[in-house]
Protein backbone atom coordinates (compact mmCIF):
# COMPACT_ATOMS: atom_id res chain seq x y z
CA UNK A 1 0.00 0.00 0.00
CA UNK A 2 1.03 3.31 -1.10
CA UNK A 3 0.21 7.40 0.61
CA UNK A 4 -0.11 9.80 -1.65
CA UNK A 5 0.35 13.14 0.84
CA UNK A 6 -0.65 16.60 -1.03
CA UNK A 7 0.88 19.81 0.24
CA UNK A 8 1.28 23.48 -1.86
CA UNK A 9 -1.98 24.71 -1.87
CA UNK A 10 -3.35 28.06 -0.89
CA UNK A 11 -5.05 31.61 -2.27
CA UNK A 12 -3.51 33.70 -4.88
CA UNK A 13 -4.66 36.37 -6.66
CA UNK A 14 -5.49 36.20 -10.48
CA UNK A 15 -2.11 36.23 -12.54
CA UNK A 16 -0.05 34.71 -9.42
CA UNK A 17 1.98 31.00 -9.13
CA UNK A 18 1.63 28.09 -6.80
CA UNK A 19 3.75 25.02 -6.81
CA UNK A 20 2.08 21.89 -5.03
CA UNK A 21 3.72 18.84 -4.26
CA UNK A 22 2.91 15.22 -3.78
CA UNK A 23 5.26 12.97 -1.75
CA UNK A 24 4.76 8.88 -2.06
CA UNK A 25 5.00 7.08 1.49
CA UNK A 26 7.51 4.82 -0.50
CA UNK A 27 10.70 6.01 -1.99
CA UNK A 28 10.91 3.01 -3.55
CA UNK A 29 7.65 3.24 -5.56
CA UNK A 30 7.69 3.42 -9.30
CA UNK A 31 4.58 3.99 -10.87
CA UNK A 32 4.26 3.64 -14.38
CA UNK A 33 2.02 6.95 -14.57
CA UNK A 34 1.13 9.59 -11.57
CA UNK A 35 -1.09 12.71 -12.46
CA UNK A 36 -2.95 15.30 -10.91
CA UNK A 37 -6.60 16.02 -11.02
CA UNK A 38 -8.54 18.82 -9.90
CA UNK A 39 -12.35 19.40 -8.49
CA UNK A 40 -14.01 22.49 -8.43
CA UNK A 41 -17.29 23.30 -5.77
CA UNK A 42 -20.37 20.72 -7.23
CA UNK A 43 -18.25 19.53 -10.19
CA UNK A 44 -16.67 16.31 -11.61
CA UNK A 45 -12.74 15.72 -10.78
CA UNK A 46 -11.15 16.45 -13.93
CA UNK A 47 -8.09 15.61 -14.97
CA UNK A 48 -5.16 17.97 -15.17
CA UNK A 49 -1.72 16.29 -16.60
CA UNK A 50 0.15 13.21 -16.35
CA UNK A 51 3.63 12.54 -16.17
CA UNK A 52 5.04 8.90 -17.09
CA UNK A 53 8.05 7.12 -15.06
CA UNK A 54 9.90 8.01 -18.87
CA UNK A 55 9.09 11.43 -18.26
CA UNK A 56 6.69 11.78 -20.96
CA UNK A 57 4.28 14.50 -20.20
CA UNK A 58 0.43 15.68 -21.29
CA UNK A 59 -2.10 18.34 -20.03
CA UNK A 60 -5.58 18.59 -20.21
CA UNK A 61 -6.89 21.27 -22.66
CA UNK A 62 -6.80 25.20 -20.96
CA UNK A 63 -3.54 24.56 -18.48
CA UNK A 64 -1.41 23.83 -21.23
CA UNK A 65 1.52 26.45 -21.10
CA UNK A 66 0.95 27.55 -17.85
CA UNK A 67 0.90 24.49 -15.84
CA UNK A 68 4.13 22.27 -15.77
CA UNK A 69 4.23 18.92 -14.00
CA UNK A 70 7.22 17.10 -13.12
CA UNK A 71 8.71 14.91 -10.66
CA UNK A 72 11.78 13.44 -8.91
CA UNK A 73 12.22 10.30 -9.20
CA UNK A 74 14.62 9.48 -6.47
CA UNK A 75 11.69 10.37 -3.30
CA UNK A 76 8.78 9.68 -5.70
CA UNK A 77 7.63 13.27 -5.51
CA UNK A 78 5.24 14.80 -7.98
CA UNK A 79 5.22 18.72 -8.82
CA UNK A 80 2.71 20.79 -10.33
CA UNK A 81 4.15 24.26 -11.27
CA UNK A 82 1.17 27.06 -11.70
CA UNK A 83 1.78 29.94 -13.25
CA UNK A 84 -0.74 32.23 -14.51
CA UNK A 85 -3.52 31.19 -12.11
CA UNK A 86 -6.79 31.75 -13.01
CA UNK A 87 -10.38 32.07 -11.03
CA UNK A 88 -11.35 29.17 -12.74
CA UNK A 89 -7.92 26.86 -11.81
CA UNK A 90 -10.12 27.29 -7.88
CA UNK A 91 -10.76 23.62 -6.77
CA UNK A 92 -9.09 20.59 -4.74
CA UNK A 93 -6.42 19.38 -6.28
CA UNK A 94 -5.21 15.48 -6.09
CA UNK A 95 -2.41 13.43 -7.16
CA UNK A 96 -2.44 9.84 -8.55
CA UNK A 97 -0.94 7.31 -8.64
CA UNK A 98 -1.21 3.60 -11.06
CA UNK A 99 0.65 0.75 -10.34
CA UNK A 100 4.51 -0.24 -11.79
CA UNK A 101 2.58 -1.07 -15.06
CA UNK A 102 -0.66 0.68 -15.29
CA UNK A 103 -1.17 3.37 -18.25
CA UNK A 104 -1.74 6.87 -17.55
CA UNK A 105 -5.91 6.22 -17.65
CA UNK A 106 -8.31 6.93 -14.95
CA UNK A 107 -9.03 3.76 -14.15
CA UNK A 108 -5.43 2.39 -13.91
CA UNK A 109 -4.76 5.08 -10.99
CA UNK A 110 -4.88 3.14 -7.98
CA UNK A 111 -3.41 5.53 -5.09
CA UNK A 112 -4.78 8.89 -4.83
CA UNK A 113 -4.17 11.91 -1.87
CA UNK A 114 -6.14 13.70 0.05
CA UNK A 115 -6.20 16.72 -1.75
CA UNK A 116 -4.76 20.58 -1.12
CA UNK A 117 -6.84 23.50 -1.73
CA UNK A 118 -6.18 25.80 -4.39
CA UNK A 119 -8.71 29.36 -4.34
CA UNK A 120 -7.73 31.83 -6.61
CA UNK A 121 -9.25 35.28 -6.51
CA UNK A 122 -10.01 37.58 -9.17
Known amino acids: QVQLAESGGGSVQAGGSLRLSCAASRDSYSPNCMAWFRQAPGKERDWVAY???????SYAEGVEGRFTISKDNAKTTLYLQMNSLKPEDTGAYYC????????????????WGQGTQVTVSS
Open 51 to 57: ITRGGMV
Open 96 to 111: AASSVSGYCSRPDYIY
